[in-house]
């Protein structure tokens, strides 16, 4: 017991320390009588490499070994909002809503909860911008059920009439919600996103838009897995198991499975590349009754300024994310110390400085052939001009020389914050299945720890010069008046102190 031996230590420091036989006994030194303790170690990093094996079909599975008796398991779909390019936009939103309903095997969505509560089992799906993911956790001994019922849901859906009816009265509650919201940063991330890249791949909606709700059927959904839902698009992974046992799982239930959709046509794939275009989203909206009650939050413009950064695979990708974190930032109402980045540029410069701003922070959106980091801010609608300059001045003074402490303190957060997200299954489940669907291998914690080490200055002044030689992303949301005009960011933008050009008006 951990308590006992400190009270022992105790103890002997005092007796020892009161002038008996060892007065100069120090406790930095081992303690007499005392036994060497003996810690756990791991030989080598044989216990926590990703195994990885491609299946005759180019079906992917990886596995990640750990402690526990529950395990992480799901399929990753190279699918997303930026492969709709050829179909009506909303597909995959409707895909992740309509996941685990009935399939071959289950006759509905509770059938499914039932079969997994069996095994103190929960799933879930969720799709971004690039990559459809249905997940699994539960424990370790139900596996094979796991796997068969992923497989089913996966390649084998009904898609019910009544089940799709149902899907699209939860994709207009969203809807409705999303621009409800008093916290505007899922519609924000949208509008930026369609700014930087019009009409094109990343850009194009993550969420269905409204006349597309009834657009969306059986036989669209169907056309669209046929080309996109194929075993070499797809990833097994597994946190938590043993790797033969996973693959021996996939074989069973995913090598020779014919979707209910027919064979695939990989061939209609849209294989386009991000074009970055940078421009201006406005929404003018009344956010004055946006949150009610005893404590109403006040009315507030927001602003978000982005610029292309780099894509995932690139080896700027690091010194993008060490900048992202030394930019930090978050609400003015945050409390804490150093850990919550409240030493981060953001918050010195702007929140310390400027009362008046509600948020400043900075975001980094990556994806394979392209990026865009940003910032968001919130203020008074009668103070936007001001906020936008300030914003502009940091992004300017991103080019200077970052200093040696807050350059060390970033890298540590960035590392710390790696590593504390890495102690949960969930997550390594997610980074496992990710980094294997896009580069066919995983990059360790500790190598990315070591990238991240390396980094300098002279990184972050490249890739910030790099960067500010794009054209400007913005979205604005709320009461725009003060708004400035785009060419007047961009100029700001293009300036060596980021101020927006000088407004002169006879009548004010």
């Not at 895909?95 to 089992?121: P, R, V």
């Not at 969420?207 to 056309?223: A, G, Y």
């Not at 610029?307 to 804490?336: H, K, R």
């Not at 785009?486 to 933008?493: G, K, N, P, R, V």
Request: proline share 5%.
């Amino acid at each position: 017991n951990l308590s006992s031996v400190a009270w022992f230590g105790i103890a002997v420091y005092r007796k020892y320390s009161s002038g008996s036989r060892y007065p100069n006994i120090s406790l930095s030194a081992p303690l007499p009588g005392i036994p060497k303790p003996v810690f756990a170690s791991v030989d080598g990093h044989e216990q926590c490499e990703t195994k990885i094996t491609t299946l005759e079909n180019g079906l992917k599975v990886a596995s990640q070994n750990k402690f526990g008796q529950f395990c992480t398991v799901g399929i990753l779909v190279n699918s997303g909002s930026r492969h709709e390019t050829k179909y009506p936009s909303g597909i995959a939103h409707f895909l992740e809503k309509l996941a685990f309903s009935s399939t071959a095997q289950y006759g509905s969505k509770d059938e499914i909860l039932l079969t997994l509560e069996k095994h103190g089992g929960i799933c879930d799906c969720q799709t971004s911008r690039d990559t459809t993911m249905y997940a699994v956790s539960a424990e370790v001994k139900g596996l094979d059920t796991v796997v068969s019922l992923l497989s089913d849901a996966v390649l084998q859906p009904r898609l019910l009439d009544e089940e799709i009816e149902m899907t699209r009265m939860a994709v207009r509650f969203e809807l409705e919600d999303l621009n409800m919201r008093p916290d505007p940063e899922p519609l924000l991330t949208e509008m930026i996103h369609a700014a930087a890249y019009r009409g094109n791949t990343v850009g194009l909606p993550r969420f269905c838009p409204v006349d597309n709700v009834e657009k969306i059927d059986k036989k669209l959904l169907h056309t669209y897995l046929r080309s996109y839902y194929c075993p070499e698009r797809m990833v097994l992974a597994g946190v938590g198991i043993e790797h033969e046992q996973l693959v021996s799982c996939a074989r069973k239930y995913l090598l020779d499975v014919k979707p209910v959709w027919g064979a695939s046509t990989p061939t209609n794939v849209d294989l386009s590349v991000a074009q970055y275009t940078g421009g201006i989203v406005r929404m003018d909206k009344d956010m004055s009754d946006v949150s009610l009650g005893p404590t109403p939050i006040p009315e507030l413009t927001h602003i978000m300024i982005g610029l292309e950064s780099c894509s995932f695979l690139e080896e700027d990708f690091i010194p993008f994310a060490v900048l992202n974190m030394m930019m930090g930032g978050g609400g003015s109402f945050s409390a804490g110390g150093p850990g919550k980045g409240m030493f981060t540029r953001l918050y010195l410069n702007v929140l310390n400085r400027h009362h008046w701003m509600y948020n400043a922070t900075s975001y980094h959106h990556s994806y394979e052939d392209s990026g865009l980091l940003c910032i968001h801010a919130s203020a008074d609608p009668r103070q936007v001009r001001e906020m936008v300059e300030i914003i502009t001045r940091e992004f300017i003074q991103m080019a200077g020389t970052a200093g040696e402490m807050e350059l060390a303190r970033a890298k540590t957060q960035l590392k710390s914050m790696l590593m504390m997200n890495l102690e949960s299954r969930p997550v390594i489940f997610e980074d496992v299945g990710r980094q294997v669907l896009a580069t066919g291998k995983r990059k360790l914690p500790h190598e990315l720890c070591d990238l991240i080490s390396n980094i300098t200055a002279s990184d972050i002044k490249r890739v910030t010069t790099k960067m500010l030689r794009s054209k400007p992303a913005v979205a604005a949301l709320g009461d725009l008046t003060e708004m400035p005009s785009y060419e007047h960011i961009q100029a700001a933008l293009s300036s060596k102190d980021g101020r927006l050009p000088r407004m002169y008006r006879l009548f004010r």
